[in-house]
């Protein structure tokens, strides 16, 4: 079974003040009557909205009319050519949500970043704090970077979109050419592969995101092709091959090994990510000569207590149980491995292992 882990990495968010327009989705069911009537005429005029809806066509319809152009300037209603204005895909949606986009002209501050795990790039938009007489003094502009729109942000323009930080779907509808850039902030995006999960953290606080639909398996076969490893992996038993010589005491016993994968992590078209360590892959030998290495080590590692010759017969078949497939393995028998495991140097005491071999060979347990 493939272990879970999580892919991690920054994101750069530019912060940008501008003076524009923009439309926020609100309720507003007075403006419902108007689309309805729209939609089942086809095609509605000020003085047909003022005399059906309104009840007086000469004196309310300039009203009528300031109400059909905010309308319009929604997205719900298009103006014709020969006067008169006509229901949009977005008003149908407007209808079936009983909302509509309501504009408005002042100063705004958009975050907003580039990121192919992110749904769109708008993370905020808000109001901007109204600056003081002294920062709109000429003297003082000096310290304001006035700059052409970022492209992530030019692509925002016209889109209606649900800011990721949370708020109403908002729309931006005017964008000037010079904006104003401040300070950049940074977010996080963390993927927990196995649950699905993605979140954005900014300013602490963690935001769900639609995770990608690649499956934990597809994204750790691709870990390992960036770390060269994809030849030594068998997917149908999901074990990773490795070389005795190459594995850490513990790994050995555990049949497991933690692998850590550099910086930058490519992975597809999803980007690059941090170095991340995966823990407990299982593991098994890659050659025949390394699963009796292994073996080998795993006996003798197994010797705990005296090597009588039932339980020297269990722990030889525990040490060669994961290498299946390179059976039979050449193991030592209980006499050569009491041998090998003596002393080199004349009066040296015994290990553990050498006492309880040696200890079973004499007394012939």
Request: some cysteine; overall charge negative.
């Amino acid at each position: 079974m493939i272990p879970a882990f999580d892919l991690t990495r920054s994101i750069d968010i530019r912060v940008t003040r501008f003076a524009g327009e923009v439309a926020r989705e609100e309720k507003r069911p007075e403006m419902m009557p108007f689309l309805l009537m729209a939609r089942d005429h086809g095609a509605i005029t000020a003085d047909l909205v003022a005399g059906e809806l309104l009840g007086a066509p000469e004196g309310r319809r300039q009203i009528a009319r300031r109400l059909l152009e905010q309308l319009e300037r929604s997205g719900a209603l298009e103006a014709q050519e020969k006067g008169g204005w006509t229901l949009t895909e977005a008003g149908h949606e407007a209808l079936e949500k009983k909302t509509v986009f309501i504009a408005e002209r002042g100063s705004w501050e958009a975050w907003h970043a580039c990121d192919p795990l992110l749904p769109h790039g708008l993370i905020q938009l808000k109001r901007a704090n109204e600056r003081s007489a002294f920062e709109e003094n000429k003297s003082d502009m000096s310290k304001f970077k006035l700059n052409s729109p970022h492209p992530t942000l030019e692509t925002l323009k016209g889109n209606a979109l649900d800011p990721i930080m949370g708020g109403a779907r908002q729309r931006i509808d005017e964008l000037p050419n010079k904006v104003e850039m401040c300070k950049p902030t940074t977010g996080t995006l963390s993927w927990e592969v196995a649950k699905r999960r993605l979140t954005l953290t900014v300013d602490e606080k963690s935001f769900d995101l639609p995770a990608p639909t690649l499956s934990q398996k597809a994204t750790f076969e691709a870990l390992l092709r960036t770390a060269g490893l994809a030849k030594d992996w068998d997917a149908e038993t999901e074990v990773l091959h490795r070389s005795f010589t190459d594995l850490p005491d513990a790994s050995r016993r555990n049949m497991s090994e933690d692998v850590t994968f550099p910086s930058p992590v490519r992975l597809q078209k999803y980007g690059d990510f941090d170095q991340i360590t995966v823990c407990g892959i299982d593991i098994t030998a890659r050659t025949r000569s390394d699963a009796e290495a292994w073996a080998d080590w795993r006996l003798e590692d197994n010797i705990d207590e005296i090597a009588c010759s039932r339980r020297y017969a269990e722990w030889r078949e525990q040490a060669s149980e994961p290498f299946a497939e390179f059976m039979p393995l050449d193991l030592p028998s209980r006499a050569d491995l009491a041998a090998r495991t003596q002393p080199t140097e004349t009066g040296a005491k015994l290990s553990a292992v050498a006492w309880n071999l040696t200890a079973a060979e004499d007394w012939n347990l």
